[in-house]
Nanobody
Framework: QVLLEESGGGLVQAGGSLRLSCAATGQTFGSYAMAWYRQAPGKERELVARISWSGGSRNYADSVKGRFTVSRNNAKNTVYLQMDSLKPEDTAVYYC?????????????????WGRGTQVTVSS
């Protein structure tokens, strides 16, 4: 199985940047599509960005498109979320997730593994 741990969250002013990291255990990390979700208080968890197992395909929520960039380094068993031009509306707990399937070519993402989350707070 895949164990995930996020890091890099914190407090930042509007317009600033943060880079989140998600470190995975195991030797099969490169076979899983990965994604970042976020959840604000009182709201449902939403998909922010996803990246295919090969890294060749990336998708973003409309609310973050052009500001966030997801990437991965399979040699380091790590996925990243670079967040630029942050807005107060981006404030949430951000979660890393791995797809439940290996080498998936599906257009959907089915989370099977979750990290514990990292808090991102953007002040106005």
């Amino acid at each position: 199985q895949v164990l995930l741990e996020e890091s890099g969250g914190g407090l930042v002013q509007a317009g600033g940047s943060l880079r989140l990291s998600c470190a995975a255990t195991g030797q099969t990390f490169g076979s899983y599509a990965m994604a970042w979700y976020r959840q604000a208080p009182g709201k449902e968890r939403e998909l922010v960005a996803r990246i295919s197992w090969s890294g060749g395909s990336r998708n973003y929520a409309d609310s973050v498109k052009g500001r966030f960039t997801v990437s991965r380094n399979n040699a380091k068993n790590t996925v990243y979320l670079q967040m630029d031009s942050l807005k107060p509306e981006d404030t949430a707990v951000y979660y890393c997730a791995a797809d439940r399937r290996t080498y998936s070519t599906s257009t959907t993402f089915l989370p099977g593994y979750w990290g514990r989350g990292t808090q991102v707070t953007v002040s106005s």
